[in-house]
Every structure is written in C-alpha cells, then in structure tokens.
C-alpha cells in the first residue's frame, strides 16, 4: 500500500508564512506557560533537576528556535540550506564522518568527558567492570556506604555489604557497547560513534521509505541539526544505542525475510538489554504486529524469537539472575511479592502531577527538536496513513509516548525527553515524509511545497548553526557548575575526597569512583567531618587534611614542599 501521491501537497497550505506564525506562536505559547510555572518544585510535584531544566534552560532554547524560525525566512539562507540539502543526499558517509568528529569534540570538550547522571555512571562502571576482565566490581565491605552512597543502592548499583563485590543495576550491554571504548581509555567516543551510525541509519530508512525522493537527505539533516539528537549523542546516557540498534531493527524488517527477521532479532536483543527491556518492548511491538500480517507469519515471528532468545537469555535472565546472586532484593522470588511491588514502584495510572510533567516533556520534544519538525511529523504521518511501513512507524512513537505515561518517573536528569528517545527516529522520518513525493518532476512541479521545503532545511541548516553551539554552551556550563561543587586540593599526590551531599545541587552524583578502588583519587560520600577524620585515622593515617569547607574535605599527604619553602 502506498500513500495518495497527490496528498504530501496539503502539507504547504499554509505556505512559509503561514508555517512561520505557526511555528512561532507554538513556541511562545510554551514559553509563556513555562514563565507561569511557580519556581517552588514541591508546587509542581516534580523532580528538582527536571523543573530546573525545563524552566531555566528549556526557556532559552526555545527563545533560540524562534531566532531560527525568523533567520530561515531570508531568501539566501534558504537557497543555501537546499544546496546543502543537495549536497548530503550525495554524501552522506563524509556527512557522517564529519559528523562523528564534531560529535567526538562535543564529547570531550562540551561534555567534558565525564558521565553526568547516575544513570550514565552506573553504565560507565560497568564498563569499566567488563574492561578490567571481570564481571563485578571489588570494594572493601567496610567502605560500601561510603563508596556507594546507601541511597543508590540497588537502584543505580547493585552491591553485597557482606563481600562488598558491585555492579551496575541496569542490563549490561550498554555497558558491553562501551567496554571496547573504555578498555582504549576513550569511553566517551562510544555515543559519537553510534550518533554517526545512526544518521547513516535514518537516511538509508528515509531513502526507502519513500524511494525517488530526497526524504532520506532531509530526514538525516532534520536529524543532525537536532540538539537533542546532538546532546544524547555527545552523554554516556544509553538513549542513543536505543536509538540506534531501533534503526537498524526498523530497516532489517521493513522488507522482511527469514534472514533479515532473525538479524532483526538479534539487534532486538541487544537493545532489549541495553539498560531495562521498556523502551524497545514499545518501539517493537508495532514491528512484531506487522508480521503476523504477512502471509508467512509463523515462520517470520519464529525466527525473529529465535533471533531474540540467545542473548536475551543471557544477557537479560542471566544478568537478573547473577545480580540477584550479588545483592538479593527478592526480585525473583515470587513468594513474597516482591515482584509485584517492584512492578506498582514503577508504574502506576498517571496521576495530574505525571500527567502535567508530561506536558512539559512535550514540549521539551517540540523545542529541542528542529524548529517545525515535530509539527511536520504529525503532517508526514497523517499524509502516508495509508503506507503500512509509515502507520507501523508512527505507531512505534505513539505507543512509546502513551506506554511511558504509566512511568511513575517525571525523568529527572536528560537532554530532551529522553524517555523518547528511544522512538525518537521516528521525528524525522516522518517529518521528511511529509515532503515526499513519487518523483523529482513531480516535486519540482510543486512551488510551494518547494519553497516549504527550503524553509524547513533551512531551520535544521540554522538550528546546527545556532540552537547546538547554544545549548552545547547551556550543557557545559551546567557540567562545569556541577564539577565544581566538589572541593579541591592545590597539592598534587594522591587524595580522599569528602564529598557533602548538602553542600551542593546534586552534589552526591560526584561520588564516582574506579570499581576496584584503584588510581590515586578516591571520592567518599561524607558522614560529617568527625567521622570523615576518623575513616582517615584508621584507613590513610599517613594522610592530613588540606581543604575543608561546606562541599566536603580533601585529605592527602602532608605538603612538605612547601613547608620547606
């Protein structure tokens, strides 16, 4: 089945005027909303961290997607934004490769090489874990609650008091992705690597989705120019490994055979198993219903589970089982129920403050996507209803959108609405969708929907010109004020660092430490400064305290350079 060859032409009535205005007062109406957003979180009922960036950083972007929507008017910015377009649908691999190098910057000097978030450390330690040759991580007993503060416990790392043996609480092959990076001393090169992929993903999936178009170009420049793309892509957040192995599943199933239905299922696995299983069992679903269309049905799903079952086995019930051998949590015992709790402290019917705090997650889509991509998603998808491979696409965003209103979690940390991210492929392909007519003569027939189109790339040309250095800047200024909470020695050597976790903004993600404790820096959770001095008396007596203040204390040898001085 294919879409209605005249219908993508409804998509520039408006005109670029018309998309200007409506783009703009979108936009503005969210910034208004956000302006009258009371600053008390506990008003909002949301995370500390996700009210802070959706009111202090969100606002700004958004006041830069509206700069963009103006600038694109220019008539040269537009024609130099369709050459540009011109020259990526002939280019794409050098685009790529250009692409991963700015990524790979963007990496070590905007996001400063270091894992943020919880949830990234918690994959990066496991990398580290899997780099060193072993499957677990080794501390003394004595130092669990001092190395792995007791509020992260079992929900960022799984850790035995008794052995005092750790690992990651999440599903390990994102931790696998990385280890190859981490083992080379680069662990921050494994998401450039896989946001170069997965523009060469999404272009190909453009290209086939609506062949003899130049939907493939569009959709991986729409996908570049993206900040959000951008930053997921630049963190040690899994979101882009999600993103990516969905791509290659979506492409291996869109002209499926028995061959490419198993090859699917063995991405599928991995991207099962990348952290926890949701964001793919969503993305999936739409894909697994498509098959039992086909004639051949039970073959297809038979070899796509078998495709799914090696890894998932392995990697999923056997991590489960292994970690629940580290630290029990009762998790697969069904005796006590266990189970069933931990299931209602993950979802549950939203609630007004869930249902609200989704709204503003849309908005985030809306804003740290390209200016008027999401609103030509909407247009590409009801434009192509009637091609089967675009309704089961656009059933993979929606069926990840309304599945992740039953998560109890607002998202606290994330660039975007990274809980989309898993779906959020489907942004650009269906915005390009939009555009997409059978052929070049039949396009270049079409002013307007030319001149709509000149329009669009011309706001993913300015939007990788002016909204990604922006919030680059926006993310490494946040990083550096958070790098900053930890206290500081100005003698060189080994050191402990105390790290208060009421002396700063989330100032307890700063304890990160090396899995076997080894390196010269070691980082405590502090118990206050009387404890703190008598951990250090009776485990590093030949250290003496060089800094206090109220972000903790630094302890390390006694600076006798300069008391010779």
């Known amino acids: 089945m294919t879409a209605n060859p005249k219908a993508p032409a409804t998509s520039t009535r408006l005109g670029v005027q018309g998309l200007f205005l409506v783009s703009v007062a979108v936009t503005m109406a969210g910034m208004l909303w956000i302006r009258s957003l009371p600053p008390d979180p506990l008003a909002l009922k949301w995370e500390s961290i996700f009210r802070y960036l959706f009111l202090y950083e969100d606002y700004w972007l958004a006041a830069g997607g509206c700069v963009v929507l103006a600038l694109a008017l220019a008539p040269g910015v537009r024609a130099a934004s369709y050459g540009?377009?011109?020259?990526?649908?002939?280019?794409?691999?050098?685009?790529?490769?250009?692409?991963?190098v700015l990524l790979s910057m963007g990496a070590f000097f905007v996001y400063h090489a270091h894992p943020l978030s919880m949830d990234e450390y918690a994959q990066h330690f496991q990398s580290v874990v899997f780099a060193s040759g072993s499957v677990a991580g080794q501390i003394p007993a004595e130092l669990v609650d001092w190395v792995v503060p007791p509020v992260f416990q079992s929900h960022f790392l799984s850790v035995s008091p008794g052995s005092g043996r750790i690992v990651s609480s999440y599903w390990p092959s994102f931790a696998l992705l990385m280890t190859p990076f981490t083992a080379l001393g680069v662990p921050w090169l494994c998401n450039p690597v896989l946001g170069a992929a997965s523009v060469l993903l999404i272009h190909r999936l453009g290209s086939e989705l609506f062949?003899?178009?130049?939907?493939?170009?569009?959709?991986?420049?729409?996908?570049?120019?993206?900040p959000a793309f951008f930053t997921n892509s630049i963190s040690f957040y899994s979101m882009t490994a999600h993103l990516t192995l969905n791509a290659a599943f979506t492409l291996c199933l869109l002209k499926p055979t028995m061959v490419r239905a198993f090859i699917a299922g063995v991405i599928g696995s991995i991207a099962l198993t990348l952290h926890n299983p949701f964001p793919h069992v969503l993305y999936a679903i739409p894909w697994v219903v498509r098959l039992s269309w086909s004639s051949n049905r039970l073959k297809l799903i038979a070899v796509l589970a078998g495709g799914y079952l090696p890894l998932t086995l392995v990697l999923g019930l056997g991590w489960a089982i292994f970690k629940e051998g580290i630290a029990p949590s009762g998790l697969l015992d069904s005796q006590d129920g266990s189970s069933a709790w931990r299931l209602q402290s993950v979802f549950a019917a939203p609630n007004a403050a869930l249902l609200y705090a989704r709204l503003a997650a849309t908005f985030k889509l809306w804003v740290w996507a390209v200016p008027t991509c999401m609103l030509f998603a909407c247009v590409g998808a009801w434009l192509h209803r009637r091609n089967d491979r675009v309704t089961v696409l656009s059933a993979s965003a929606l069926l990840t959108f309304v599945g992740y209103l039953f998560v109890v979690f607002h998202q606290g940390h994330g660039w975007g609405y990274r809980y989309f991210h898993s779906a959020w492929l489907t942004l650009p392909l269906l915005a390009a969708g939009a555009f997409a007519l059978p052929g070049t003569g039949a396009a270049a027939s079409n002013r307007r929907l030319v001149e709509v189109k000149k329009y669009v790339s011309a706001c993913a040309m300015l939007s990788g010109l002016i909204l990604i250095p922006f919030n680059s800047f926006q993310v490494h200024r946040f990083i550096s004020r958070h790098l900053e909470q930890e206290p500081q020695a100005m003698v060189g050597g080994p050191h402990v660092t105390f790290i208060s976790a009421s002396?700063?903004?989330?100032?307890?993600?700063?304890?990160?430490?090396?899995?076997?404790?080894?390196?010269?820096?070691?980082?405590?959770?502090?118990?206050?400064?009387?404890?703190?001095?008598e951990l250090i008396r009776e485990r590093f007596p030949d250290m003496v305290l060089l800094v206090r203040d109220p972000r903790g204390s630094v302890y390390g040898p006694a600076p006798q350079e300069r008391a010779a001085e």
Request: hydrophobic residues 50%.
């Open 84 to 100: 540009l377009l011109r020259w990526l649908d002939k280019n794409i691999a050098v685009a790529a490769l250009l692409y991963f």
């Open 211 to 226: 062949p003899r178009t130049d939907a493939g170009a569009l959709a991986a420049l729409l996908t570049m120019a993206s």
């Open 503 to 533: 002396g700063g903004y989330y100032s307890i993600d700063l304890v990160q430490n090396d899995p076997f404790l080894r390196g010269p820096m070691l980082r405590l959770l502090s118990r206050g400064h009387e404890k703190d001095a």
